[in-house]
């Protein structure tokens, strides 16, 4: 795997780091004990269901435990006592592929946290989530949301994305989403994600002279890892209503949390809604003008914007400074590469 060169390689913060808000965690494993079956994408220095706490958990990474220690040794912020026995090393293909057969349909929950918006075929990996769950099980996923992340600038993915992808059978990323994330990705104040009530300036990262790096991908055979796939609540709601009704997934929303900072928290369940076409097509007019309404909200972090509205007092300074402090501490590191 190769990682973009700095000041490319700019991943977004863990929001599982210390002083998270306890809340994130309950809205994560909601129904879920230490009793359940689970399954976590990617967990490596920062287990969310670690088998150490008793859970009954299993950890597909793309590394062994002894390969992740070194991969993160020296690094201040990683405890690599942390870093559990990876059961699945994940090598390219379907997830499916690095589970043996026995435990395909026998999962409670699918845990990923900040890791689909990495995979190359979005429609694959929840396609192996589904394999590998049981009827009644759920898919548990934190996801940025463009909104309050380095993503700002970027445009949200669709449906036609994710089928093209799928359709090519896509093992790397294009050019075309090296050269958008290169001369889109954004930090306030030298952070890559923020609350959503911070209206400094989103400063591009890189000068547009990266566009001929990000060219040079196109002739890499390895994977480069950053952010394939760019969401905001209402795109991803009508990714998956979409894929749903297409036949591409047997997944549907669940759940739906908006943080007030980086993510919004996501339970998908197996099975489709079975709706008519007139129903179908209310429901993507509604999660389209919603995802209007999303942009516009987003206007609101814009000073001197139509929408500008100053912080509310609930984002005071004492919550900023306790909030970059929890950014300070944390990794902010992708933890599998998919």
């Not at 592929?97 to 395909?104: C, G, N, Q, Y």
């Not at 079975?274 to 942009?295: C, N």
Request: hydrophobic residues 40%; negative net charge.
């Amino acid at each position: 795997m190769t990682d973009p060169s700095p000041p490319l390689r700019q991943p977004l913060r863990d929001p599982r780091a210390a002083e998270a808000p306890r809340d994130r965690e309950l809205h994560l494993l909601v129904g879920l004990t230490k009793a359940s079956k689970l399954i976590e994408i990617g967990p490596a220095h920062n287990p969310l269901v670690p088998r150490s706490a008793g859970w009954n958990s299993f950890s597909l990474d793309h590394a062994t435990r002894a390969d992740l220690i070194t991969k993160y040794a020296g690094d201040p912020a990683v405890d690599p006592t942390r870093i559990e026995e990876v059961d699945f090393v994940w090598h390219g293909g379907s997830l499916t592929d690095a589970v043996p057969a026995e435990h395909h349909g026998t999962f409670d929950g699918f845990i990923a946290s900040h890791v689909i918006e990495h995979t190359t075929d979005v429609v694959r990996f929840l396609q192996a989530a589904r394999t590998l769950l049981r009827p009644e099980g759920v898919v548990v996923l934190a996801v940025p949301d463009k909104r309050k992340c380095f993503d700002f600038y970027r445009n949200p993915s669709t449906t036609a994305d994710a089928i093209l992808a799928y359709e090519e059978k896509r093992d790397r990323h294009d050019v075309r989403t090296h050269l958008d994330y290169g001369l889109r990705i954004a930090k306030k104040g030298g952070f890559p994600a923020w609350f959503e009530s911070d209206t400094q300036p989103a400063e591009l990262v890189c000068g547009i002279d990266v566009a001929w790096q990000m060219l040079g991908y196109r002739d890499v055979r390895d994977y480069v890892d950053v952010h394939n796939w760019v969401f905001m609540p209402a795109s991803f709601e009508l990714m998956m209503l979409e894929l749903g009704q297409l036949g591409f997934l047997d997944l549907r929303v669940e759940s739906l949390t908006e943080m007030p900072d980086t993510e919004f928290l996501v339970r998908l369940r197996p099975g489709t809604d079975t709706i008519d076409p007139a129903e179908t097509q209310l429901r993507r007019r509604g999660l389209l003008e919603r995802m209007l309404t999303e942009l516009a909200d987003q206007t609101r972090q814009i000073a001197g914007s139509p929408l500008a509205v100053p912080p509310p007092d609930s984002f005071r300074p004492g919550a900023r400074a306790r909030w970059r402090r929890w950014l300070a501490a944390g990794p902010w590191r992708r933890r599998v590469d998919l």
